[in-house]
């Protein structure tokens, strides 16, 4: 056991945890947060994607010891004040989710994509959803759904 | 309970006396968690409603409930599997009951609570419990109409429904709930409530959104995943190397001092650990998986001998449609035919792999659970156990989309199973994803020859089939043999395969006007363990039988829209076809983008909906990608047409994910498609263009559409390719002819 400082959500909290044990089930079990999911526990699926410093990146692998210092942000905190992101917002519009399951993944991944290329084209739209599996194949409302919220940022 | 069953006069009941528990479980602190489980920032706060036990199908009550002031409660037993039913059985009662739709809610499958409807498959929700309580919402509203005509002394045809209330003479109104003034309606639904005509429909043929994305996109708790009941433990199950393989050895003292373990169960081959925290069941779970030796019989017969197997083992066929002249017409013909096709066994596949909760007090189980139907989980779990089902209380809750038979049920039984061990304490179990590739059931492979023979105007005057399958629905409806770890129990239930369904034949019966058919199905015991996926037989039959199709359009020199239009008698399919040939502006492709596509056509179970669809090609290097696919659906009544759209447009990339890329891989050790590298699936980048258009009929009857799209969009793959190639092709999957 360690003492581990995390900064979740603009919050940097101690905790006292297996180094090893990977972030996904730190972030659901200590913090109690739902929106990461597991679905492979390989780097396959995006399931369990969040937000890291600004890029997506799945947390079922790695330590939650190698997320210290990093800026972790999940889907829980991107809407403010009660009001939804433009991915979000955008991703309801579109009706943008059969089960739902893959939804973290794909919002996480369309916001970060968001945050570094603002005005993507559909090829890299693709090129960030590309490691989120869906099973039900909403792909197609999903690439939509950035569409439309690149559209109304402008 | 109260006999409701004769009383034959709608009447009302005092909540007070009938709104409580009779199974006498008290242990829900799962209401916290979804009492409220949509609009969650609507104004007004939907209370929920005391929990009253169902008192059978034909009771009003059963299905619509006004115990909450200005509320209503839906109930239905069918699950939300992610295809918006949810949405669309609340139009259906707001519809008819004349309520605004924000004021309702809906309780899914809860044994507690619901009615019986078996499973959620076969799409036939909408058909069956949306025609329930379409029936008794009309029902509600007649009484609730009659009730405020005695009241005010009118006759009935002075008072009308809107709005939630009931409108008199002289500007008389009284709302639902004081009409009811605490009381709810019980009695009989007794079919002769008018039920409301299709052209005033105001709520239904809407898209109305789902209310459940709200929730998802903000990552609040909503999936069976995210469950956590006070002191919950975690558990793993490890699952043999193989289908036969018997535990030999496992040193229990290595593993039950890891950190967090709280219990290893060891039954016979069935193992399973708990611990604390799920990553230290995790933890423990490998350690157990690297020291646990096993006695295993080899996976026979071998990948590639699979068809040729299934030939050899064959018997007597069941002659499914017989016709002693067939053969004997097929000769007479001026054109025949005989093709086989082949698919493989293909996977759920499931985003997130399957997880129930149990818990276990004073003899009474309470399941959270996934499954498709809460009532035969019940039922099984009684024989699992051997105690009443009265003592079982099965919890409905969305899982992951499960296109079937997957893993909902086993892993519901293994946490019954292990939290057994455990009393009064609730247990989650999830499987691993190597659990879920591994031990899921599959859709079968299929080996299909297809016989024909034509006449000189491009009429079919006679068609045969032969179908090789495994079964196609091993649902452990009763039996906890069809629970794979009770076969693993040192006291094994025995799994009977027992009643291959009509799965296997499903939709290979042409659609097509000809005079002279024969169905034969050779019953086939496979090396892997099968069950129902999405659409069932109806995948590998339609994609044979519409591949044939337009073999013989070719042999007769047609069209390939007008030698299906020819050879149909049926309007509303004869109308899909055009609507798509219209859509697709097939008479001005060129002959390049027509040599790139293909089409396919069927009706679902032949009595569902119409489905019809072209599919476009392109090259991306050396290699093929799927431009585009346009289809038209036909559904009947559509309730929600954007929800109708999402769910074909979900199932036309899942078909063709399947399509091209997807074969279940195995070795004689083990399954060997362990995850999503060694079974790839369609990812963004594979994503074509898709166009769903939908003919709406509002006056006739809803159909099931949720299957409708995956056997004709393999077969429009398979055309397109093979026009582009300039030769058949027989066998899927596709993938050495496209990208990955
Ligand atoms: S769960 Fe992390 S990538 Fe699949
Ligand atoms: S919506 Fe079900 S996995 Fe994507």
């Not at chain 1, 044990?21 to 994607?49: D, I, N, T």
């Not at chain 2, 050899?312 to 066929?317: C, G, I, L, T």
């Not at chain 2, 959270?368 to 009684?382: C, D, H, R």
Request: with cysteine.
């Amino acid at each position: 056991m360690k003492k581990i400082t995390l900064k979740v959500n603009g919050k940097k909290t101690k905790h006292e945890l297996d180094p090893e044990e990977p972030l996904l089930y730190v972030l659901r079990e200590e913090f109690k947060l739902s929106g990461a999911k597991y679905g492979c526990g390989l780097h396959q699926c995006g399931a369990c994607m969040v937000l890291v410093d600004d890029q997506a990146e799945p947390t079922c692998m790695n330590s939650c010891e190698y997320f210290e210092g990093k800026d972790i942000e999940t889907i829980e905190h991107l809407s403010q004040n009660n009001k939804l992101h433009a991915v979000q917002k955008a991703f309801f519009e579109a009706q943008a989710a059969q089960c739902g399951y893959c939804l973290n993944g794909m919002l996480i991944s369309a916001v970060a994509l968001l945050r570094n290329i603002p005005q993507p084209n559909r090829l890299q739209i693709k090129d960030a959803l590309q490691q989120v599996i869906c099973r039900c194949g909403t792909h197609v409302r999903f690439i939509r759904a950035v569409e439309n919220a690149i559209a109304q940022k402008e | 309970m109260k006999d409701t069953t004769t009383n034959n006069q709608n009447r009302r009941s005092f909540l007070k006396t009938s709104g409580q528990l009779i199974i006498g479980f008290n242990l829900f602190p799962f209401l916290q968690f979804c009492t409220n489980p949509e609009n969650q920032t609507d104004l007004s706060t939907y209370p929920g409603i005391a929990i009253r036990p169902n008192a059978g199908k034909d009771i009003m009550d059963s299905w619509i409930r006004l115990d909450a002031k200005g509320f209503v409660t839906v109930l239905t037993g069918k699950q939300e599997l992610g295809q918006g039913i949810r949405t669309a059985l609340l139009q259906i009662a707001a519809e008819e009951l004349e309520v605004p739709f924000d004021i309702c809610h809906i309780i899914n499958g809860d044994t507690a609570q619901t009615a019986n409807e078996g499973y959620t498959a076969g799409s036939n929700s909408v058909e069956g419990s949306g025609s329930a309580i379409r029936q008794a919402a009309a029902e509600a509203k007649y009484y609730l109409i009659q009730e405020a005509a005695k009241l005010w002394q009118v006759n009935i045809d002075q008072v009308e429904a809107k709005n939630g209330a009931i409108l008199g003479p002289e500007n008389r109104k009284i709302s639902y709930w004081e009409l009811l003034n605490g009381e709810f309606i019980e009695g009989k639904i007794t079919g002769e409530a008018p039920i409301k005509n299709p052209k005033n429909h105001v709520i239904v043929g809407k898209s109305i959104p789902r209310a459940d994305i709200s929730k998802m996109i903000k990552g609040e708790p909503h999936f069976i995943h995210d469950l956590r009941l006070e002191g919950m433990l975690h558990a793993r199950v490890v699952h043999p190397p193989s289908y036969n393989a018997k535990l030999e050895a496992l040193d229990e003292s290595k593993i039950s001092q890891l950190p967090g373990v709280v219990k290893l169960i060891v039954d016979g081959s069935f193992v399973a650990i708990v611990a604390k925290r799920e990553y230290q069941a995790i933890k423990a779970r490998e350690k157990i998986i690297e020291i646990a030796k096993w006695e295993s019989t080899n996976i026979e017969p071998a990948m590639g001998d699979l068809f040729s197997n299934m030939k050899n083992k064959a018997s007597n066929p069941k002659e499914v449609e017989a016709s002693p002249t067939i053969n004997q017409t097929i000769k007479q013909a001026k054109n025949q035919l005989k093709s086989t096709y082949r698919k493989p066994y293909t996977m759920h596949g499931s985003t997130g792999p399957g997880c129930a909760v149990a818990q276990w007090d004073n003899q009474k189980l309470t399941v959270w659970s996934p499954t498709q139907g809460v009532y035969p989980l019940q039922n099984t779990l009684a024989d699992l156990f051997s105690i009443e089902k009265e003592s079982i209380r099965c919890i409905g809750m969305p899982g992951s989309g499960c296109y079937g038979h997957n893993s909902a049920d086993d892993v519901s039984a293994e946490a019954a199973m292990i939290a057994r061990h455990l009393p009064n304490q609730p247990v989650r179990l999830q499987w691993m994803r190597d659990n879920e590739h591994r031990w899921e059931p599959y859709g079968s492979a299929m080996q299909l020859t297809l016989e024909a023979g034509l006449d000189q105007n491009g009429n079919i005057t006679s068609w045969k089939t032969e179908i090789w399958s495994d079964t196609h629905s091993t649902r452990p409806n009763g039996n906890a043999g069809h629970y794979v770890s009770a076969r693993h129990l040192a006291k094994p239930f025995e799994f009977k395969k027992g009643g291959f369904s009509g799965g296997s034949y499903r939709n290979a019966s042409p659609l097509y006007e000809i005079t002279d058919k024969a169905l034969l199905l050779y019953d086939y015991e496979g090396p892997l363990r099968t069950s129902a996926l999405r659409g069932l037989g109806a995948y590998g039959n339609i994609f044979a039988l519409e591949s044939f199709i337009d073999e013989l359009a070719s042999i007769a020199k047609m069209d390939p829209f007008d030698f299906r239009i020819q050879n149909l008698k049926n309007n509303r399919a004869i109308e899909v076809l055009k609507t798509l040939k219209s859509k697709t502006e097939w008479e001005n492709l060129s002959e390049r983008t027509k040599s790139k596509s293909g089409i396919a056509f069927a009706q679902y179970k032949n009595s569902a909906a119409y489905f019809a669809v072209m599919v476009t090609l392109e090259n991306e290097g050396e290699k093929l990608k799927i431009k585009k696919m346009i289809s038209v659906i036909e559904a009947g009544q559509c309730i929600n047409p954007d929800g109708l759209i999402n769910q074909t447009e979900g199932g036309m990339i899942q078909s063709a994910s399947w399509t091209i890329l997807e074969a279940v891989q195995y070795n004689e050790k083990e399954i060997i498609s362990k995850d999503w590298n060694s079974y790839p699936i369609f990812r963004a980048k594979d994503i074509p263009d898709i166009e769903v258009h939908i003919i709406n009929r509002p006056e006739e009857k809803p159909l099931g559409a949720g299957e409708a799209a995956q056997g004709p969009v393999a077969a429009a793959i398979v055309n397109a390719l093979s026009n582009h190639l300039g030769k058949r092709i027989y066998e899927l999957p596709l993938r050495e002819y496209f990208e990955n």
